[in-house]
T-cell receptor
Framework: DVKVTQSSRYLVKRTGEKVFLECVQD?????MFWYRQDPGLGLRLIYF???????EKGDIPEGYSVSREKKERFSLILESASTNQTSMYLC???????????????FGPGTRLTVT | GDSVTQMEGPVTLSEEAFLTINCTYT??????LFWYVQYPGEGLQLLLK?????DKGSNKGFEATYRKETTSFHLEKGSVQVSDSAVYFC????????????FGAGTRLFVKA
């Protein structure tokens, strides 16, 4: 089974802190994604990566950055946390290859971040 | 741009009732369509998918048919159980969007015993 793990299930940080959210997948997937999930808004894409050291902005990248130094690990960084970044953060991965299976995403359990 | 619209929740049903959650989409090209489910305290997991028009995806008693003429992918189940209580997300992916997936807002389902 594909497994996507996230470093924390719950996290509480103070405004202005630098926050690191880590995601690791064990299926050698090329593509990795970070979303935030808010009630009534569904999932919104923050950043994604097609390969090591590659990153692309999603729909809401402001206030976030990412790092992908190894294929299996994709980190989301909040440079200076703010209260409007309180949310559920979900990491996902998917294989590459061009077929329809490339679009199927595998999700981690999520990190509920509270910024006070 | 591409988008997914699904019915607002919450939807509350009694056990063994029939379930329909409506989903329509807008996309250029020929997207693949998905339903994902999120159980309490968990991430999303794929429930079913369809990759071309008239395909029917099915899993765990749930079904959805890819209707190109009505740009719809409605989720149905003939007899829901309490364990089906979750949030359901309709989604699409298209080659024109790279490997990105567009998700609907989600529909929360409560099933009462």
């Amino acid at each position: 089974d594909v497994k996507v793990t996230q470093s924390s299930r719950y996290l509480v940080k103070r405004t202005g802190e630098k926050v690191f959210l880590e995601c690791v997948q064990d299926m050698d997937h090329e593509n990795m994604f970070w979303y935030r999930q808010d009630p009534g808004l569904g999932l919104r894409l923050i950043y994604f990566s097609y390969d090591v050291k590659m990153k692309e902005k999603g729909d809401i990248p402001e206030g976030y950055s990412v790092s992908r130094e190894k294929k299996e690990r994709f980190s989301l960084i909040l440079e200076s946390a703010s209260t409007n970044q309180t949310s559920m953060y979900l990491c996902a991965s998917s294989p590459s290859g061009g077929g329809a299976d490339s679009y199927e995403q595998y999700f981690g359990p999520g990190t509920r971040l509270t910024v006070t | 741009g591409d988008s997914v619209t699904q019915m607002e929740g919450p939807v509350t049903l009694s056990e063994e009732a029939f379930l329909t959650i409506n989903c329509t989409y807008t996309a250029t090209g020929y997207p693949s369509l998905f339903w994902y489910v999120q159980y309490p305290g968990e991430g999303l997991q794929l429930l079913l998918k369809a990759t071309k028009a008239d395909d029917k995806g099915s899993n765990k008693g749930f079904e959805a048919t890819y209707r190109k003429e009505t740009t719809s992918f409605h989720l149905e189940k003939g007899s829901v159980q309490v364990s089906d209580s979750a949030v359901y997300f309709c989604a699409l992916s298209a080659l024109t969007g790279g490997f990105k997936t567009i998700f609907g807002a989600g529909t929360r389902l409560f099933v009462k015993a």
